[in-house]
């Protein structure tokens, strides 16, 4: 399953919408300057999904309960979550010593469901569909172990949509923040906003 320009494109004009909606949303929580830049779209199987990760990260996984029919992982380096829990708590964003615990996860999503949910406002504007997101499931993951594991089931025909973005917060984080989207659940998005736009 291929990609054309036009639909890589508009899915790119939907990512940097919503991605930019949700930068401000996280600007606010962390009380810093924060830019997303326009976002790099590529077609991937499931086990390349991890190959900008070493060591462990944080995975994030968004349900779609309303409007669109499908999820969305968004990935995050650990010192990047620890740097954006120590700035929501107040601190410099310097304290990003140790790993990260259950009181981080917890920030974590909030961060991103605050975010997400400001980014499923702006989609629900573009593709002209009520959009609503549950509360993220939030877990630490061992990099190694999943490619390991996804490499030996990898399926040729389980092909993901990976949106790249880079996230930069003050001069603290300087990061690549992914979004993962199913393909089908990412042509039912190109559909939706042709549909609303032809309106």
């Known amino acids: 399953m291929e990609l054309t320009k036009e639909q ?6 939907i990512g940097n919408i919503s991605m930019g909606n949700a930068a401000t949303t996280l600007s606010v929580m962390v009380n810093q300057r924060v830019d997303i830049t326009t976002p790099k779209a590529q077609i991937i199987s499931r086990s390349q999904a991890l190959d900008d990760y070493e060591k462990t990260c944080i995975f994030v996984q968004i349900h ?6 499908g999820n969305n992982v968004l990935i995050l380096k650990e010192p990047d979550v620890l740097c954006m829990t120590d700035l929501m708590m107040g601190g410099s964003g310097q304290n990003v010593e140790g790993d990260v615990n259950e009181m981080h996860l917890s920030a974590a999503s909030e961060a991103m469901n605050q975010m997400m949910g400001t980014s499923a406002t702006s989609m629900a504007k573009m593709l002209g569909v009520p959009v609503d997101i549950s509360t993220p499931d939030v877990n630490r993951i061992d990099v ?15 092909k993901f949509l990976k949106i790249s973005f880079r996230l930069e917060i003050g001069d603290l984080i300087d990061s690549t923040m992914v979004q993962l989207y199913p393909m089908e659940f990412a042509l039912d998005m190109v559909e939706k906003f042709k549909v609303n736009k032809a309106k």
């Open 64 to 69: 779609y309960v309303k409007g669109l029919s």
């Open 144 to 158: 190694e172990s999943v490619k390991l594991f996804e490499r030996m089931f990898d399926d040729p025909n389980g």
């Open 8 to 13: 890589i494109d508009i899915l790119g004009e």
